[in-house]
């Protein structure tokens, strides 16, 4: 399997749950990423981990939790979410330090919180 | 505070016209540029970066950058309807991808 896949690909989840997202990439890229995507609202980045390392978030809830095991995997873990967290996830990767390396992105998650 | 802006459309063209979708940014030490696709509850596929003024051209597929009046711009020739989808600047003014800040997106119609 190529490039960056996202489970599940529909989540609905009541506030009170605890639910987690799952990115693997096969691109082995050095870096990955956890965006949120609203309607009518640009791309948000919430965290980056280069190396395995968390290098970047952007103040982000703390019922957002994040985890990076490996270089090739990438969780976001969710507990007591509000509906306004409804929201396509998006998990990208790239190869950092490479020169104009895009951003690729997995298929998201369509999560909606009742 | 850096931004990119988008006209968020929709711009709507009849098939086989010229599509010309535009970005602006407010950081001048911005680096490098790129266009991604979006169709309707998909991910944003990439379509090409460009990072030196002037023409970039790929198949259908043009990006034009001005660094000098912070503009960088994608031209769609022949457009098909299959184009349709919401088109999305991205700009990064570091060698960090974490440093790359994405528009609102312009929604293009190609009407058959």
């Known amino acids: 399997e190529t490039g960056v896949t996202q489970t599940p690909r529909h989540l609905v989840m009541g506030m009170t749950n605890k639910k987690s997202l799952k990115c693997e990439q096969h691109?082995?890229?050095?870096?990955m990423y956890w965006y949120k995507q609203s309607a009518k609202k640009p791309l948000e980045l919430m965290f980056v981990?280069?190396?395995?390392?968390?290098?970047e978030n952007n103040s982000v809830p703390s019922r957002f939790s994040p985890e990076c095991p490996n270089s090739s995997h990438l969780f976001l873990h969710l507990h007591t979410l509000q509906p306004e967290d409804s929201a396509l996830y998006l998990c990208?990767?790239?190869?950092?330090?490479?020169?104009?390396?895009?951003?690729?992105f997995g298929n998201g998650t369509r999560l909606t919180v009742t | 505070q850096k931004e990119v802006e988008q006209n968020s459309g929709p711009l709507s063209v009849p098939e086989g016209a010229i599509a010309s979708l535009n970005c602006t940014y407010s950081?001048?030490?911005?680096?490098?540029f790129f266009w991604y696709r979006q169709y309707s509850g998909k991910s944003p596929e990439l379509i090409m970066f460009?990072?030196?003024?002037g023409d970039k051209e790929d198949g259908r597929f043009t990006a034009q950058l001005n660094k000098a009046s912070q503009y960088v711009s994608l031209l769609i020739r022949d457009s098909q309807p299959s184009d349709s989808a919401t088109y999305l600047c991205?700009?990064?003014?570091?060698?960090?991808?974490?440093?790359?800040?994405f528009g609102s997106g312009t929604r293009l119609l190609v009407r058959p």
């Open positions: 991205a700009v990064k003014w570091g060698d960090s991808s974490y440093k790359l800040i």
């Open positions: 981990y280069s190396l395995e390392e968390r290098v």
């Open positions: 990208a990767s790239s190869q950092e330090r490479t020169d104009h390396s895009p951003l690729h």
């Open positions: 950081d001048r030490g911005s680096q490098s």
């Open positions: 460009i990072y030196s003024n």
């Open positions: 691109l082995g890229h050095n870096a």
